[in-house]
């Protein structure tokens, strides 16, 4: 709920922009490393691979990002083209608005302490998650009335 809550007013604050606050993330992530794969954005973010897909195809889709060469041919990296620096730049001070009116309601000490144990919570997570994880799918059961079983 906290998180939904906090997602729509970045949100609300930034539509001036163009952007949610997951582009908006995205971009300044790739903006801050000159350009970027989509690994790099999933570990950097902690956004799961289909958000991210999505999130990405649509930046490219509105020229925003564009692809560039990577050595390994199947990486799919990408850079800021020019719409994306700007849009970035209207979007920043929108979202230190955003950032600012969340600091002026919980208080400069009580925002450390979300962000650190929030910190912990995603360290413990992404932990816990361990690499090479695969995702669990559900099969269908081939006789009518059976449960379907999860396989790994």
Not at 64 to 83: C, N, Y
Not at 89 to 97: D, F, I, M, T
């Amino acid at each position: 709920m906290v998180s939904r809550a906090v997602t729509q007013l970045y949100d609300d604050v930034l539509r001036p922009s163009g952007l949610r606050v997951t582009q908006f993330s995205i971009l300044a992530t790739i903006a801050r490393m000159d350009a970027a794969n989509l690994r790099q954005l999933e570990d950097t973010l902690a956004i799961d691979q289909t958000t991210l897909t999505r999130s990405v195809n649509l930046l490219e889709r509105d020229g925003m990002t564009e692809r560039v060469p990577h050595p390994d041919g199947r990486i799919k990296a990408m850079r800021l083209t020019s719409r994306g620096r700007r849009a970035l730049e209207v979007a920043r001070p929108l979202w230190a608005q955003a950032q600012g009116k969340v600091l002026r309601e919980l208080g400069r000490k009580a925002w450390a302490d979300a962000q650190r144990r929030l910190a912990h919570l995603l360290y413990v997570v992404v932990k816990n998650r361990g690499p090479g994880r695969r995702r669990r799918r559900v099969q269908p059961s081939r006789a009518p009335g059976r449960r379907s079983r999860v396989v790994g």
